[in-house]
């Protein structure tokens, strides 16, 4: 069963924590007849902040280290085998899993993300006023992990500037095992891995299917959880392939880092900051209209609910 993402709160992000809960939608006062846009989804890494941060060429460099350091990968096929994994399989991580590689997903995004350089990402006072600016629903959706999440839009100062969000625990949720009634041990839920082969059905392989972008999946997926109307949604994303794979999926799509329109997208923009000027329509059905931003929850420590 697909699972309700988290919501974040003003300033808990600054705490280091998430609020726990499904999507709280913003209550607005009502409107006179249909807008064109209800919702808004963005990437963030490399979406919200330019590539020239070096958050990607570190968040490389650490994932190497660590198919060097924990999977023991031959140092030489390291840098080759990250490249053809990301492409092949959207993620590296996801690529290691359908491998057969053993580790915890936490223990991953630690070492990934755990030791980035967030310091170099600055507030960006430009980008939260055209957030706050648009009345639409605004949902980041992201393959990273909620810790990085975090980081990233508390460094921004852009953690109360979004409804909710859609990661990697949202669409991965952990595992929940089950008891086996003729011993007692507790083995993963049906379904949650996959088999290797029809001879033996004790054989379950270790081999894990990770979901994230670019597949239309997922995507669908996303959709679904933030029970949005595609039509009437924009995805923003710095990814060509995410784009292509979002217009697959009946969304209106802007590629962010690009002057130049890739397969699928409707629009390209520079940056992120450009997007009044590329897309004003976005503003259109909301003359005169205030946004009453209603969100009743208490922080607690992030967690995904079921």
């Keep these: 069963m697909l699972r309700p993402v988290c919501d974040l709160q003003t300033k808990t992000l600054l705490m280091g924590s998430l609020v726990a809960g499904t999507f709280l939608k913003m209550d607005a006062v009502e409107r006179s007849g249909e807008t064109k846009y209800e919702c808004l989804l963005f990437d963030m890494d490399d979406t919200l902040y330019p590539l020239s941060s070096g958050l990607n060429l570190a968040c490389r460099k650490n994932i190497e280290e660590f198919m060097l350091h924990k999977l023991h990968i031959e140092e030489s096929e390291v840098p080759r085998m990250n490249l053809k994994l990301y492409r092949e399989h959207g993620t590296t991580m996801a690529g290691l899993k359908a491998l057969g590689y053993e ?129 009437k949604t924009i995805f923003f994303d710095d990814s060509a392939r995410n784009i292509a794979s979002g217009k697959a999926a009946g969304l209106h799509t802007v590629i962010v880092g690009s002057s130049v329109l890739v397969p699928g997208a409707d629009h390209a923009l520079r940056s992120i900051h450009n997007i009044r000027e590329a897309l004003p329509e976005i503003w259109e059905d909301q003359e005169g209209e205030q946004l009453e931003q209603v969100i009743q929850s208490t922080a607690v420590e992030a967690v995904v609910l079921a």
């Design 103 to 231: 580790f915890d997903n936490d223990e991953f995004h630690a070492y990934a993300h755990g030791r980035l350089p967030y310091e170099t990402l600055k507030p960006d006072p430009v980008l939260r006023n055209l957030l706050l600016s648009m009345l639409q629903r605004k949902i980041i959706f992201t393959n990273g992990d909620k810790a990085h999440v975090a980081q990233v839009l508390s460094r921004l100062g852009l953690e109360d500037c979004f409804e909710g969000i859609i990661c990697f625990e949202t669409l991965n949720p952990a595992l929940e095992p089950v008891m086996d009634p003729l011993d007692g041990d507790s083995v993963p839920a049906e379904g949650d891995t996959e088999v290797d082969g029809q001879a033996d059905s004790n054989a379950v392989s270790s081999k894990m299917r990770i979901l994230c972008k670019p597949s239309v999946e997922a995507i669908e997926a996303a959709i679904k959880i933030a029970d949005v109307d595609p039509s």
